[in-house]
């Protein structure tokens, strides 16, 4: 596994872990940082993507609700709505990472984690917000 797709995984981990637990996601991530409990330590890229995330989550958020009007993101899978907070992140605000990366790596890591119904899903949405929506900041802003 590449580290960049390691790094996705682990971002999403803190991102569910928040979710689920009801907790500050930026809290989530320093206890991470600082206990990375039987992994290896957090890759400073998935500190930067949940950073990102929560950097920009309410015109994300407002951007994934556009893309997808038939679902409420509180109503989405608690995987999906962190895989497409990280894929838009990546996609609006991180200018190393080409769209099609993103969204591959969205794609299969739904494949992976999520619901047989996830991976067409986040494809579709994040498509949308690929042709649609613009761009918020690049990762050196």
Request: charged letters at 25%; a negative charge; one cysteine or more.
């Amino acid at each position: 596994m590449a580290a960049r797709t390691k790094a996705r995984k682990r971002a999403l981990d803190v991102l569910f872990e928040a979710d689920q637990r009801g907790a500050n996601v930026l809290a989530v991530l320093d206890e991470r940082l600082v206990l990375s409990g039987r992994e290896t330590p957090l890759p400073e890229y998935s500190a930067q993507i949940v950073r990102g995330v929560v950097a920009w989550w309410r015109e994300i958020d407002a951007i994934i609700q556009d893309a997808s009007p038939e679902w409420q993101i509180r109503r989405m899978p608690a995987v999906d709505r962190a895989l497409l907070r990280i894929a838009a992140w990546e996609i609006l605000c991180n200018d190393e990472v080409s769209t099609g990366t993103a969204i591959d790596e969205a794609v299969t890591l739904a494949s992976d984690l999520s619901t047989d119904d996830s991976p067409a899903f986040i494809n579709g949405v994040l498509g949308t917000i690929a042709r649609e929506a613009p761009a918020l900041k690049s990762a050196d802003s």
